[in-house]
């Protein structure tokens, strides 16, 4: 349950407006042979994904782990543009481009060509309304891409990812610290890949087969056995869960139970303060059998972590 403190705060007035994100970068995919080239590379449908709208999906290596994750939003029949953490976008796009060989299609770092922008609350539902994740709005060439929501006990805080070209008007709405987006992007469940945790998980571990992220009925990509292996033979056994902690985390940072002190048994996978100051919260990937027995920061003498509840239901093994 979340803290009274937290449950004191009004939550639909903090998460209310725009947000820079300076964290987010980029990838343009350019060429008739655009989305079926990504289609061969990622976990979702590029091929059958309509023009103006939008789908999260990952990109891994041939034994199912993640090197990225994107926000695919394909503005024309042959551009498809990655939404992607910076961090990552180098190295992405050097790994991607090795398998273009003679596909028509031409890789680019885009991210000098848009203004992104995080929307909350009123500024989102002005765009998108109650429109469901991943719905993608199209106006004036900017694209308004629903996210999931911020639950944080009563509250569903409306969330979307803004994008327009360089130098276009921003939209209405006062200004959100990049601290509070950030929080709002735990309390949504939902994460992008970061370089910390870079080849830690698959797609399941982040939950992303409960989000929309990857296909079960597509052809094949990097990793895609495993990844279909992992889902239809039952063999889930780690998860992403929602805490609350006391202490700061570090994305990364191991994670342990008490009852086997010397393994982690889970790891960070985005962490934000509260906006109230009271600790932070953090996404956390697990086992599913150390969140019976709990978990602690750091070591298994550390500070102990609350289990919330997650803001929507997973996937269950097929």
Same mark, same amino acid.
Request: charged content about 15%; hydrophobic content about 50%; overall charge neutral.
């Given at each position: 349950m979340n803290s009274p403190a937290l449950n004191a705060l009004d939550v639909t007035a903090v998460l209310d407006g725009t947000s820079p994100l300076p964290q987010l970068g980029v990838i343009q995919a350019q060429g008739e042979d655009a989305a079926n080239f990504l289609h061969n590379q990622l976990s979702n449908d590029v091929v059958l994904l309509p023009v103006g709208q939008s789908r999260l999906a990952a990109f891994c290596n041939a034994k199912g782990r993640m090197q990225a994750s994107f926000v695919v939003i394909k503005t024309a029949p042959d551009t498809v543009l990655l939404v992607m953490n910076l961090d990552l976008l180098a190295q992405t796009l050097k790994r991607?481009? @090795?398998? #273009?060989?003679? !596909?028509?299609?031409?890789?680019? $770092?885009?991210?000098?060509?848009?203004?992104? =922008?995080?929307?909350?609350?009123?500024?989102? =539902?002005?765009l998108l309304g109650n429109a469901a994740p991943w719905h993608t709005v199209v106006a004036d060439g900017a694209h308004a891409v629903a996210l999931? *929501? !911020?639950? %944080?006990?009563?509250?569903? %805080?409306? =969330? !979307?990812?803004? @994008?327009?070209?360089?130098? +276009?008007?921003?939209?209405?709405? *006062?200004? %959100?610290? *990049? &601290? #509070?987006? !950030?929080? /709002? $992007?735990?309390? +949504?469940? #939902?994460?992008?890949? /970061?370089?910390?945790?870079?080849?830690?998980? %698959? *797609?399941?571990? @982040?939950?992303? &087969? /409960?989000?929309?992220?990857?296909?079960?009925?597509k052809g094949c990509y990097p990793g895609q056995e495993v990844v279909a292996r992992s889902q239809f033979r039952g063999t889930l056994k780690r998860r992403t869960a929602l805490v609350h902690s006391p202490v700061e985390l570090a994305v990364g940072q191991d994670v342990f139970t008490p009852t086997d002190p010397e393994q982690p048994c889970a790891t960070v996978v985005q962490s934000a303060a509260r906006p109230d100051g009271q600790g932070f919260d953090a996404l956390v990937s697990g086992t599913l059998e150390s969140q019976q027995t709990g978990w602690r920061a750091g070591s298994a003498d550390g500070a102990a972590l609350e289990l919330l509840p997650l803001p929507y239901d997973l996937l269950e093994d097929i």
């Open positions: 991607l481009s @090795m398998f #273009v060989l003679r !596909a028509k299609v031409k890789l680019t $770092d885009a991210s000098g060509q848009w203004q992104l =922008r995080g929307l909350l609350g009123s500024s989102a =539902r002005a999931y *929501p !911020a639950v %944080v006990g009563d509250s569903r %805080v409306p =969330r !979307a990812l803004w @994008m327009a070209p360089m130098g +276009s008007a921003l939209p209405e709405g *006062p200004e %959100v610290a *990049p &601290e #509070v987006w !950030a929080w /709002s $992007d735990v309390m +949504s469940g #939902v994460a992008l890949l /970061s370089q910390p945790v870079f080849e830690a998980f %698959v *797609p399941q571990m @982040m939950n992303y &087969e /409960s989000v929309g992220g990857v296909n079960f009925k």
